[in-house]
């Protein structure tokens, strides 16, 4: 029985694991990690489940062509040097992720900006954190998150604004809520247009306007001053900026914000005057704030309110934001966007240039900002930028306006994959393949949202030929002709390098150092604790608060606040769209559930995908009448199948989707393809939270499911989606119309057009009911079920006959009577 400590794959609290391998595995939360101390989410329960090789991509493919690594490795490196030689470092890219691991990114980072020698590498953090990133190198003149997690719980009042922590980072939502139950928790506001399953729980929700948050922190600001709390002595000795920041919000009078953010006035009023007169505040923040195409300024806009009150740095008291992804911290640290170099060194200076240049002996140092994400692939569509090495990441899916990213992919003249599943999105367009070793089978470090630097530990091989992706571009740099740069032995070998690279001429003059780890042996990297960064020589054991000494990082040590100028979405005024389309998360699913879409135990809340809206709304547009709620969203952009579901905790006159389902596991559900691609001019993030979109009935001829053992596929159905059970698949499906020859075709349709099993049909078009059965030896292989009318028998029933071992004859009757229960 070996055990072995870890974190979780998935969100940015970070939780520790530990995982005991033995005749089971066993997976259960580490009670000491400081960030769960304890506890664990679904997803992370059910992390041992995502380890099965179904679906896996196990060996690298050139055009479909299992070929060797090293055969795979040369083509990459050969086709990226010759497109350089013919147009120049910039036409190549790299977009990667921040679920790679610390030392992945160190790599590429390394491999781009310093012997490529063009920064053309971004991330899928640019669609999540580019916003705080920027907010906070403005006020604070590095990248640098004040506060950590206990600060939730010793706040008297947390703010959460655009964040839905009850199902994203639901662990952290625990421990507030833990310290509620035991009587001397803060009093929670949840500031989000919805009533999301945080703002359930909140004791006071602001449903705000949606994109009005900006409004809503410079009316703070203004009433903070007006009640004579704004800290003129901490502001005279640490702020600089703060006359034009307070004479910017002097038209935000109570009256004038409550009525820009669709607020009750006294409501507002009360909120604003318990946050002015509570010394103990966190106002945490997510993808509600990023998300925007004035990100930056929101983001700037909450810092402004806590600098105006010597709010930082304190305990219980400080802007929080909240990461998204395991590693998207460490990303920001490594200098995986565009505009960062690495270890929160800056791009446009020419000193800290050179230091990482000497450092790595680079060849060919990037000068200037390469593209971010949005513009990147808009590169690709246009052809300037020729190859695309993605990781990590399935941006078909997780892009906005999709169908343009579709086309852009389907144009790159040379499109390499590295990935640990074989069919996603992204992957049916590439050239190259390359298998990566995923969460289990690849070691190093992550950083969560508190800046806590933890071991990810591999305790399995990987599969097939897969590799940890610092591995991959490590070879693809030696191929490329930087032997020295790229031979590494291992990860701790990377991390090293890292460390010792954070304290280069640093002084305390940059945040992110973590010299102290410099000096690792593989022995110590390998016992690695969970340490919160910096780690240094005046730091060793890590610092929990930026900012108590009120020393900033901008070059004369004073922080920033901004002249905000609040702005809604730039949004083209469209008649038709008369809607306004949020998306965002559900808590059972990840991102593009490539890893939790077909895990039965993940799908039960939310089968399908759906789109939530207003029942006064619905009942204006006749959806309310749509029996079986099936309804396509549309936009200028393109749109997406969905069923509909009306709540009052949507707002009036928005919707909110999950982005989630994708044509892997339903068809044409892409939300992406419906969404606005305008970001925000400082920060490069897309306004994902808001896009004018019309919402209609779809008409629909047969409703139906099907249930068998395997996945299944359709021509031309109108929708289908598919839902894992334990030993089934269900299809829930819809068709314009029925064929002729029914029972033929249903034989092909349930993919047993073989000569096993007993066949059982019943009904036909004018019936208005069709079902088909399929039994081998007295045991359930597949069944379907259609109907004019969205009236169809229990699923549950159906399901429990699928497991039985032999079927009894009542039963047998009762498949094709079909139980309407
Ligand atoms: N279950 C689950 N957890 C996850 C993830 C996942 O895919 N699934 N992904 C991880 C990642 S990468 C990220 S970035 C985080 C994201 O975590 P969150 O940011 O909490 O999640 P979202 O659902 O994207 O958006 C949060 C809320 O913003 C609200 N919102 C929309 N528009 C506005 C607005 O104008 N103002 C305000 N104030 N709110 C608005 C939405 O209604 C939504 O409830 O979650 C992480 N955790
Ligand atoms: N409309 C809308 N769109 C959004 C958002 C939104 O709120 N609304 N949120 C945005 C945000 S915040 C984010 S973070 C993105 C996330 O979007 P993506 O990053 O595109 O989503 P994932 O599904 O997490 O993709 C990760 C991929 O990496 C693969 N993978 C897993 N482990 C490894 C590994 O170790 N190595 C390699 N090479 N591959 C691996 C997985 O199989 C998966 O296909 O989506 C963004 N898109
Ligand atoms: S809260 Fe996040 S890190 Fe913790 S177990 Fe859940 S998904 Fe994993
Ligand atoms: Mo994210």
Known sequence: MSEKHTVCAYCGVGCGLIVEEGITTDLRPDPEHPANLGRLCAKGANLMETLSPRGRLLQPLLHGTHVSWSRAVEHVAERF???????????????????????????????????????????????????????HIRAFGADTVPGCYQDLEEAEMVVLVGSNMASCHPVLFQRILDVRARGRGPYLVVIDPRRSETAQQADLHLALRPGSDGFLFCGLLNHMWKLGRVDFAFLERHVHGFVEALEAVTDFDLRHTAELCGLDQAVLADFMTRFTLTERVVTAFSQGINQSSSGTDKVNAIINCHLA???????????????????????????????????????ENPEHRRLVADFWGASNMAERAGLKAIDLFEAVAEGRVKALWVACTNPLVSLPNADRVRQALAKCELLVVSECMAHTETA??????????????????????????????????????????????????????????????????????????????????????????????????EELQPVQWPVNRE????????????????????????????????????????????????????????????LAALRRRDEEPFVAMHPVDAAERGID??????????????????????????????????FHWNDTFAWDAKVNSAVNPTVDPLSGQPELKATPASIHPLEVGWHGFV???????????????????????????????????????????????????????????????????????????????????????????????FLKENLEHRERRGLLAGALV
């Open 707 to 801: 249930i068998s053992s395997g996945e299944l596929t359709f021509e031309d159905p109108l929708y289908w989606v598919r839902i894992p059970g334990d030993g089934y698949v269900r299809h829930e499906l819809a068709f314009a119309q029925l064929p002729s020859r029914c029972d033929a075709w249903a034989r092909e349709l349930l993919g047993l057009d073989d000569d096993y099993g007993e066949w059982l049909f019943f009904g036909d078009e004018a019936a208005g009911s069709y079902r088909a059965a399929n039994l081998l030896n007295g045991r359930l292989r597949a069944c379907l079920f259609l109907a004019r009318e969205y009236r169809l028998p229990s699923r549950r029933w159906l399901e429990t006959l």
């Open 428 to 525: 049916a367009f590439a050239d190259v393949l390359l298998p990566a070793a995923t969460w289990g089978e690849k070691s190093g470090t992550v950083t969560n949202s508190e800046r806590v630097i933890s071991r990810q530990r591999g305790f399995r091989r990987p599969l097939g030929e897969a590799r940890p992706d610092w591995a991959a571009f490590a070879a693809v740099g030696r191929a490329m002709g930087f032997q020295e740069a790229f031979t590494y032995a291992n990860p701790a070998a990377i991390f090293r390098e890292y460390a010792a690279l954070s304290g280069l001429g640093n002084d305390g003059t940059r945040d992110f150092d973590i010299s102290g780890l410099a000096d690792l042996t593989d022995a110590q990297y």
């Open 625 to 658: 009448q749509v029996v079986s709620g099936l309804v396509r969203v549309e936009t200028r952009y393109g749109g997406f199948l969905s069923r509909v579901r009306v709540t009052e905790d949507q707002p009036m006159g928005s919707m909110f989707a999950p």
């Open 309 to 347: 009150t010597g709010r930082i740095g304190k305990p219980g008291a400080g802007p929080f934001s909240l990461t998204g992804q395991g590693n998207a911290m460490g990303g920001r640290e490594v200098g995986g966007l565009a505009n960062q170099l690495a270890a929160h060194m800056k791009l």
């Open 81 to 135: 040097g010759s497109i350089i030689e013919r147009h120049g470092p910039d036409a190549v890219a790299f977009y990667v992720s921040g679920q790679m691991l610390t030392e992945d990114y160190y790599v590429a980072n390394k491999l781009m900006k310093g012997f490529i020698g063009s920064a053309n590498i971004d991330t899928n953090s640019r669609l999540c954190m580019a916003s705080t990133v920027a907010g």
């Open 539 to 598: 730091y060793p054991q890590g610092r929990a608060r930026f900012f108590d000494d009120g020393r900033f990082f901008h070059p004369d040590g004073r922080a920033r606040m901004l002249p905000i100028q609040p702005r809604f979405p730039n949004l083209t005024v469209d008649g038709n769209h008369d809607l306004l389309l949020l998306t965002g998360r559900v808590a059972d699913q990840w991102h593009t559930m490539s890893r939790t879409g077909g």
